[in-house]
C-alpha cells in the first residue's frame, strides 16, 4: 500500500482561503461534491482521526490538478484525494469496465489486428447501446479510431535505419494513443527532428505510462509499468546519453510527477530527462542551436486549449510559443477550462452528463472564436473537443510539422 506522506504533500499549511474551490471544475457543476477544499485537506484532518473514513464523493475528482495550480500555499490538494481513494480502495478489485477501459496497450493491441472492423463496430449503435446497458460505458461517446498499422510496426519499417546517420540523438516515448491510434503524430515529430539534424529513437521497452490505471484504481499493475519504463528510460539517458520526448502532456506529467507521488517509484535521476517535444524544440530554436523554416503559402486559424496536466507543468507556453513563430498562423489563446473528459471519466456513464457540462464552456468559447481547428497536447482532450464541437484538434507538433518546409529547414541546419 501506497503511503500518504503528509509534510510532502503539506495540507497543514492550509491557510483556508478557498481559492481553490473557486477553480474546481467539477465543484462548479455538481452540490455532490464538496470540492478540493473539503475534499482535500479539510477531509485529511478527519481520516488522520478515523482511518475508515471516507467519503465516496471523492471519486468525482478528476485529478485535473487545477486546485494545486491556484493554491497559494503550495498545498499537494490532488494527491491528498488520490492518496485518500487509494488507501479507501486497498484490495477492491476494479470493475470489468474499468480493468478494459485503463489497458490502453491490451485493447489497442487487440483492436490494431482487426481496425476495420473494431472501428466500425464502435461507431454502430447497436454496440454503442449494449456497452452502455452491459458495461456502463456512455452510449453517447465516441471512441477513437484504431489505425491499422501501429506506430512502432511503421517506424522499424521506415525510419530505425536512417536514424544513425543523424549528429544529434533523442529517444521517443510514443504512448498507447500514437502506437495504437494516432502513428500520424510520432511520424510528424520524426519528419520534424530529422529535417533539424535530430535522429530520433524508440526505447529499448516501453508500456503504457499508466495514467488510465492509475485513475481507475489498478495501482500495482500501474506500478510494474512505471518501473519498465523507468528503467528503460534510465537506459536511454545514461547509457545512449538521450533525453526522453513525449508528445503527451498525460504520458509525460504521469511519468515525471505521478510516478514518485502516486506509485513511490523514484525517478529523480531521471525526471529532468523528460520533456515534451515542444519545450525541448523550443530551447533549440531560442539557443540558436536550430532554424525551422516555414511553408510560405501556409495559412491557418487556430485555436489552442491548455490540457489540465500541462498547465500544471506550467509548460504550454512552450507549445504556445512554438506555434506562434508559424508566420501563417493566426492562434487564439482559449481561457484555460477544463474539456472535462479526465482520461477514462467521461467514458463511464454515471460521469458522462457531468463530464459534458464541466467541457460546456470551453465547447463555447472554441465555437465563438470561429477557427478551422483546435491544438492541444492531450490526446483525450483532443477526443472530447472533436467528439463535442466537430473541429479537427491536432498536437502542436503536427501542426508544426504540417506547416514545415521540409528542404528549406534541412538546407537552413547544414543538411
Ligand atoms: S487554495 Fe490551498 S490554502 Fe486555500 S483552501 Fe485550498 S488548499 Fe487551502
Ligand atoms: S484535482 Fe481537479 S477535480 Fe479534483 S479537486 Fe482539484 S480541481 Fe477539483
Redesign the pocket.
Known sequence: MQTCNLSEHNFEQCTKCSI?TT?????AVTTD?P??KQ??PDGERYRLKDPAYFDKALK?????????VACPSGVH??DI?QHARMRATEGQRASLRDTLLANTDLLGTMANLVAPVANTALGLSPTKLVMDSVMAIDKHRTFPAYSRQKFETWYKRHAAKEQDAFAHHVSYFHGCYVNYNFPKLGQDLVKLLNAVGYGVHLLDKEQCCGVALIANGLYKQAKRQARVNIDNIRKSVTRDNRVVLTTSSSCTFNMRDEYPAMLGIDNADVRDSISLATKFIYHLVDEEKIKLIFKQDYKKRIAYHTA?HIQRMGWQLFSIEMMRMIPGLELIELEQE?CGISGTYGFKKENYERSQAIGSALFKSIEQAQVEAVATDCETCKWQIEMSTGLPVENPISVLADALDVEATRKANGL
Do not use: D, H
Open positions: 481553490c477553480v474546481c471544475p467539477v465543484a461534491y470540492g478540493p475534499a482535500g468525482l475528482c478528476l485529478n485535473c490538478k487545477r486546485c494545486e490538494i490532488a484525494i489540465c477544463c
